[in-house]
């Protein structure tokens, strides 16, 4: 059975992990997934990636957005959207394999997205549920934001996790500054797009729709701080939790 997405466009940014790229695309196809089109932004992969996605992208008909020299994550993530055509734009990591609960999930958020123009974007998967959620409808709920929430992890209402977002997000929520560490960046636009005062929604079940998946011979090409990795030191947690409630805070006014 075939699940067409017309309005869509699967966007899936790459670098140096050829296999993971192969076996997303496999999944997508194995599903019965069917874009409006699918868009790989490379990021100036090796000579033996670029073979393999020159392979790829005749199996898989996907349109290849390049760049002569590795520019970063930010960039890979700007050029990747600029290349977008489609109404809604649904980002998933080369890292990451969809479910087959997904297809139903993603049948309703674009139906959520077409019919109802407020929400801006639709999460599909995390690491941590958000913390302040209110109930929408089908498993989805609406994330919300108050200056005055006191859970750190109200900042990450936006996350490059599996999404589904409206093709404007750029010229919404602004572009992900380059040139900077992966972790700033993403951090920045966190804060770019909490500014712009988002409607969004999360699915509950976040773990339910995506895997992520990072064997030895392809590893993550992100380094990022693991929370679970700091001090568990008392005081040094409180000093750590002020910090980040004046920070955030300042950031957002």
Not at 128 to 146: D, N, Q
Request: with cysteine; proline share 5%; net charge positive.
């Amino acid at each position: 059975m075939h699940h067409h997405f017309p309005s869509v466009t699967l966007l899936i940014t790459h670098y140096n992990r050829s296999r993971s790229l192969e076996r997303l695309l496999a999944s997508f196809r194995d599903l019965g997934f069917a874009f409006g089109e699918i868009v790989v932004s490379d990021d100036a992969s090796k000579p033996d990636q670029q073979q393999v996605l020159t392979a790829l992208q005749a199996e898989y008909g996907f349109r290849l957005v390049s760049t002569p020299v590795n520019k970063g994550l930010a960039n890979n993530l700007n050029k990747g959207q600029a290349a977008v055509k489609t109404p809604l734009t649904l980002y998933v990591q080369e890292d990451f394999i969809p479910k087959p609960a997904f297809i139903e999930k993603c049948k309703e958020a674009v139906a959520m997205m077409e019919a109802e123009p407020v929400w801006d974007f639709v999460r599909f998967y995390a690491y941590l549920r958000y913390p302040y959620l209110r109930p929408y409808r089908a498993g989805f709920s609406e994330m919300l934001y108050k200056l005055w929430y006191t859970d750190y992890h109200k900042i990450y209402l936006y996350s490059d996790h599996p999404h589904l977002r409206r093709s404007n997000f750029n010229e919404r929520f602004g572009k992900y500054v380059e040139g900077i560490k992966s972790d700033k960046a993403e951090y920045l636009m966190c804060v770019s797009v909490l500014q712009n005062k988002p409607k969004a929604l999360f699915y509950e079940d976040f773990k339910g729709l995506f895997d992520q998946v990072n064997s030895s011979d392809e590893p993550s090409t992100v380094t990022r701080n693991n929370w679970r990795q700091q001090s568990q030191n008392p005081l040094i947690s409180i000093a750590r939790y002020v910090y980040r409630q004046l920070k955030y805070n300042y950031d957002l006014l």
